[in-house]
C-alpha cells in the first residue's frame, strides 16, 4: 500500500500516522506538503489530526481551500480511498466529501479520553477487520467533534449503511455518559456514498501499539492494507 | 527626550541606588528607552538579583549533565546519542490577571525555551496552585488557567501529562501556574544563545511585534495590591498556531549549520534576548529598528525595545546562512528579518529612522546588575506534634472516603481531560500516576516526569519542606521505575525585601541543596518567581520540583494500578505514623500545624534503590509513593487505578492505628507482589525495612477485618468533588 499524508500548517498528527502506516503497510507513506498542486499515484490519502491554520477560523475551513486539496477531491471523486482524522475529518467535512458538520463539544470543554466506540459497518475498506458490532477503544481528543447533520442527511446515512463508528460505553450502550461531546446519533466516523472516504474523530493510530495502552486503532491500518492489496 | 524625573524612575521599578548605578554605568543621564532596558534587565524576574547569591549554592553537576542553569533550558544526556532538555517556569502574575492567556502563554514559554535549544518538545506538565475553592475568584480561574493550558498545548501538539493541582487560602490572592516542558535533542546538534563572531547577521523570525505585554517582567518583580486587574495590558496574548509553525521553522532550519546562536523572546522580549546573545558571546549589537517586523505603525523604540509579543526568536546566523534560514522561514509563513550585526565594540546601539536613539555597554547591563545580600531570618521553628494528640477517627475508612474527596486529593480527570495527553503517540503513562511516562521516540528507552512539592510542609519549615519536594520527586520517578536523572526547581514565594520571606528562600535552597546532594539528582535549570504577595499577605514558600528520570525499556514501566488478586501488598519504609502537617490533621481533624514529616535521605535513597531494582528484576507488579493522605490513601489510589480490592491489617506494634494508616512518613512505598518471600529476603540483605499488610482481591477495601468499603463507593467519592465544583451555580 502506497499511502500519502497531506501535511498542513497546524497538522500535529502527520508523524503519528506516518509512524502507524509504516508499521501497518512496512514502507513510510509520502509526506506532502499542503502547497503542492499534485498529488504522486497512491493507494490511499490521509488528512491527519491537528489544528491546520490555528483553527481559528472555523476547522478545516482554511485547510479546505489548500491548493493540494483540490487534487485530493479530484482522486476522491475517482475512488481513491481518503481517510480523515479528527481535523482531517472536520477538513472533509468543509470541503464537501462527507455531509455534515463538526460543531464544538457539547460541553463546550475539549475532551481526550479514551473513548469505546461500536463498530456500526465492517462494509468499507477501512473496516473490514472488525466485527460487526464490536466494541473497541481508541483516544480521542478535540474542541469540535459534536457531529451535526439534518434529519434527512442522518436517515440517508444510516438507511445506506454509512455510519462506521458510534460513541459507546464499554458495553457498546448508548447513553447520555457514552456520548463524549454530543454527536447527533452518537456519530463518531461517516463514509462517502461511495464507501472510498472515511472521516472519523476518534484516533485510531494513537491505538495501535501495545505499548500506548491499546491496540484497536491498527486494525484500521492493517485492513485497509489487506483490501487494497486485494 | 524628556529629562528622567525621580517618578520615572520609580515607576519603573529601580531603586534609587540602582539608578545611581545605571548613571554610573553611562556616565550620563539615560534616555527614556535606555531607563526602560535598565528597568526591565534588572527586575528582579531577569536579573534574579535576590536569589542569585543563593542560587550559586546549588549542586548542578553530574557525569550525565550535558549543560547546568543559565542557559533556556538544562541538558541532561539520556544514551544513545540523544539529550534531555527541560526547565520549568512560572507565570504565576499575568495568570492571577487573566488566566487564560496567562496561562497559554506561559506554556508557549516553556516550549520555547525547550525547542530554542534544539529539542523537539515531548511534554509538558504543569502545577497549580489555586485559593480557596470557596473563594469567588478560585473557580473562574481554574476554568481559565486549565483551558489556556490545554489551549495553547493541544494546538502545538505536545502531550500535557498531568501535573499538580491543590487549593488552599493562602493562595487567594496569588495563585501560581508552573509549566513545565521537557524535550529531546540529538546530544551532537544542541543550541546555545552565545552570539559569538563579529559581523554576523542577527535574525529576528516569528511574530510581528505589538503593543501587548510592554513591562510584563516589571509587572512580575512587583506585589499586587487590589487593583490587580488594572494590570491586563501588561499579559501577552498567546498564538499556538504560530508557535507551531515556528517550532518546525526552527527544528527545520537547525537540521543546517546556518545557526550560530539562538533566544527566544521570552521576558523583556528583544531587550534581554539581544543582551544575552551578546554578553555571552562577548560581542557588541547593532540593531536598525525600523526592521523589526510590527504589528502596528508608529511604535516607539521603547515600545519596540519592551513588548512582550510572544512567539518571537531572535538568531545570529552564519555567513552565508542567510539564504537557506529566509527559505524555511518563508515556506513556514512567518517574519523573517535580518535587523541587526553583532560587532566588537561591546555595545548595544539602537537606530531608528537612520538616528542612533540609544548606547548601552552590554557587559554591565547583563552581568553586573545589582546582587543582593538580603537581610533574612531563619522561620521559627514549629514544634512536632505526637500521634496520639491527634484524634482518631470512628471509622478509618469514612475518613479516607472523606480525604479521596477532599480537592487536594479528589480526581483531576476535569482539568486532565482538557488537555491532549495521546498525541505524538509516545505517551506510555499519562496523568494520574506517581509520575508521567513517555517513550524516546524511535527508542525502547522511556522518560518518566514528575513535579512535586507540599506546600502544607513548606509553610511549616521551608527547609524541610523543600527537601521532601525533591525527595517526592525522586520517589515518583523511581516508584515507577526510572533512574532519576535531574531537577528543575522554581521557587514561589513573597517579597524578598521582608527578612522573613527571604528566610524561606534561604531555606528552600539550602533545603534542595541538601536533598540533591545525598541522591545524587543535580538541577539543571530553574525559575524563581517573588513578589508572590497582595496587600501583604505572602503565599506559602513553594519550591516546586520538576524532575526528569531514565527507563531503559518502556515496556518494563511500573504503574501503580493492581494488577491481580492474591498478590501481597508490601509497605517499604519505617512508619512512625507522623500526622503533623498532615492531610489527615487538616481534612479530618480541622487544624494546620506541627512539624512536617522529617525527610532521612539516607533511608530515601536506600528505599528507593531497593524499589527501583525490584521493579527492574520484575518482581514488583504495582508501585506507589506513600505521600498526601499517608498509606491507606496510597493503597486506595493502587485499588481505583487496578479496580481491584485489597484487605489489610494493621501490626500490633504499630503506632495508634489512625497514624498508621493517615501518617505521612517519608520514604515509603506500596508494592503488590506475587513472590513477597523474595521482595523481604531482598529487602533484608538491602537493610530496607519491609512487611507484607496484606493480600489484594475483591472488590472492597478491608481494614483490619472491621471496616470496608467499596471501590465503587470509593470511586464515586474521588470522581465527584471536581466537576461539581466546577458546574455547580
New interface residues.
Partial sequence: MRAAVIVF??S??D??IQ??LRRAAGAPPVMVWHKETSLPAVDLIVLP???S????LRCGAMAAHSPVVAEVAARARKGVPVLGICNGFQVLTETGLLPGVLMRNAQL?????TQHLSVETTQSLFTGLYRPGEVIAM?I?H?DGSYFADDDTLRSLRDEDRIAFRYCDARGEGGADANPNGSRDRIAGILNGRRNVLGLMP?P??H??A??GGVDGAALFEGLVRALAA | MSAITPEMVREHGLSADEYARALAILGREPNLTELGIFSAMWSEHCSYKSSKRWLRTLPTEAPWVICGPGENAGVVDIGEGLACIFKMESHNHPSFIEPYQGAATGVGGILRDVFTMGARPVASLNALRFGAPAHPKTRHLVAGVVAGIGGYGNCVGVPTLGGECTFHAAYDGNILVNAMTVGVADAARIFYSAAAGVGLSVVYVGSKTGRDGIHGATMASAEFASDSEAKRPTVQVGDPFTEKLLLEACLELMATDAIVAIQDMGAAGLTCSTFEMASKGGVGIELDLDRVPMREDGMSAYELMLSESQERMLMVLRPGGEAEARRVFEKWELDFAVIGRTTDTGRLVLRQNGTPIAELPVDPLAEAAPEYDRPWIPAPGVAVIPPAAVPAPDDPLQALERLLGCPDLASKRWIWEQYDQTVMADTVQGPGGDAAVVRVHGTAKALAITSDCTPRYCAADAREGARQAVAEAWRNLTAVGAKPLAITDNLNLGNPERPEIMGQLVGCVEGIRDACLALDFPVVSGNVSLYNETDGAAIPPTPTIGAVGLIEDATGACTLAFKAAGEAVVLIGTTAGHLGASLYLREIASAEDGAPPPVDLAAEKRNGDFVRAEIAAGRISACHDVSDGGLLVALAEMALAGDIGAEIAVPEDAPPAHAWLFGEDQGRYLASTADAETVLEGARAARVPAMVIGLTGGGRLTVGGRHAISIAHLRAAHEDWMPRYMSAP
Fill in positions: 500548517p497546524g500535529n498528527c508523524r503519528d509512524v502507524a489530526g491537528g489544528f491554520y490555528g483553527d481559528y470543554r475539549f475532551v481526550c479520553r483516544p481528543a474542541m484516533h493510530e494513537r495501535a501499539d505499548l500506548l
